[in-house]
C-alpha cells in the first residue's frame, strides 16, 4: 500500500530465522542533479518482537546522451558560398558540460563566417564553444564556406562535424553538396 512517500507491506507470519526480501521502484524526476544522495529508511514492526530498521542511500546518476544532425544544400554552383547548420540536442537526463561542436571544413573551401560564437581556431577547423547544454534541450548553429569557382561540375564536397562533451566520446555528423559548374 502506497501512502504520501510511504510503502507498507503487511506481511503476516514470519517463522523463527525466516527471511522475506521486498522491492519497489521509484522514478526520479529530472530536475533531481546527478550526484544526488537519496536516503530510504526500511522498518519492519511486529506485535512480539523488537523492530529493526536500515538506511540506504542512493547516489542519482544521470547521463547526458548528445545527438547531432547536419544540414547543406544538395546541390551549389562553383564559386558560391554554402551554409551547414547543426541541430544538436542532449536527449538524456543529465547535463552536457563542457559542450564543444567542431567543424571540420571540407577541402577546397574557405571559411566565411560562423554564427553564435564559432570561430576559426585553426584553418579548416571551426568550433563553438557551447558550455553545459541541459537535459532535453539543444540548439542551432551554422557555418558558411565560400568554395572555387572553376570546379569540376558533380564534384563532391563533403562536411563532417562532431559534438563532445566532458563526459561523453564525439558523435558526429555529416552532409555532402554537388557543386555544380553551369
Keep these: ?106 577541402a577546397d573551401t574557405s571559411f566565411v563566417s560562423a554564427d553564435n560564437g564559432g570561430v576559426e581556431v585553426s584553418p579548416g577547423v571551426v568550433r563553438w564553444n557551447l558550455g553545459t547544454v541541459p537535459p532535453l534541450s539543444g540548439g542551432q548553429v551554422s557555418v558558411t564556406v565560400g568554395t572555387l569557382s572553376g570546379t569540376n561540375d558533380g564534384t563532391l564536397i563533403t562536411n563532417t562535424g562532431s559534438i563532445s562533451s566532458a563526459s561523453l566520446v564525439p558523435v558526429g555528423a555529416q552532409a555532402t553538396t554537388v557543386e555544380r559548374s553551369h
Design 1 to 106: 500500500v502506497f501512502s504520501g512517500d510511504v510503502v507498507f507491506w503487511s506481511l503476516g507470519s514470519l517463522p523463527p530465522s525466516g527471511s522475506i526480501s521486498l522491492q519497489y521502484s521509484v522514478a526520479v524526476a529530472p530536475s533531481v542533479l546527478d550526484g544526488t544522495i537519496e536516503p530510504s529508511t526500511a522498518a519492519i514492526l511486529a506485535s512480539n518482537a523488537p523492530s529493526a530498521s536500515a538506511l540506504v542511500q542512493s547516489v542519482i546518476s544521470a547521463n547526458p546522451d548528445l545527438t547531432l544532425s547536419k544540414v547543406a544544400p544538395n546541390s551549389v554552383n562553383a564559386g558560391s558560398p554554402i551554409t551547414y547548420s547543426f541541430d544538436y540536442f542532449n536527449q538524456g537526463d543529465g547535463q552536457a558540460t563542457g559542450a564543444l561542436l567542431e567543424d571540420a571544413l571540407p
